[in-house]
């Protein structure tokens, strides 16, 4: 069964540092997508990158870059000059597909602080 | 683009009594919608996958008598509480798919369903 897994319940950092967000997922798969949501207390979830399987160049969004180790199925989140508006729930998810169906399989999340 | 609503944003009901939230895609047909639960400081977990025109799947677990999930149009998807109790009481989050081709969720703002 495919799991996604953020052994970081909360994490903290202090404004315009750098934090990076653990996550290892398992697959039998070959080509997937994998992504990282932000959960402001808004509660509104926003995509904050994704990472195609198949491209062995790390995506880059801004000040948010993943380290994507496949061999090691890691998906790690690096937010550069942290800011205050940073803070929330972040949730590494893998899109399952099956039969011809799909679905997102989230992790239990990472709360991050982010100190002024 | 791509815009996800849901309303209510917050409802209560009394136990036994049924509730409709609504899920709108505002600017793009979303041939696939997603329901979503959240439990207080817990990650999203897929309830149901209904696509237009067809009946919904549910995952393991969800009583699909309980909670009816109608997808009527390529913009409008319906979850209906039925007989609720109040460990019903969650957050509800809905997503939208653009097209078979297309992997990204687009996420609408969820609904706080309590039961009393």
Redesign the interface.
Known sequence: AQTVTQSQPEMSVQEAETVTLSCTYDTSESDY?LFW?KQPP??????VI?QEAYKQQNATENRFSVNFQKAAKSFSLKISDSQLGDAAMY?CAY?LTQGG????V????TKLTVNP | GAVVSQHPSWVICKSGTSVKIECRSLDFQATTM?WYR?FPK?????MA?SNEGSKA?Y?QGVEKDKFLINHASLTLSTLTVTSAHPEDSS?Y?C?ARKGAGS???Y?G??TRLTVT
């Open positions: 997508y949501y808004s509660r509104q979830m926003i995509l994704r949730f899109r169906s799909e679905k997102l989230f992790g239990k999340g | 997603f959240q817990q990650s999203l977990m897929l996958t799947t995952e957050f989050i997503s992997y990204e969720q996420f703002p969820g």
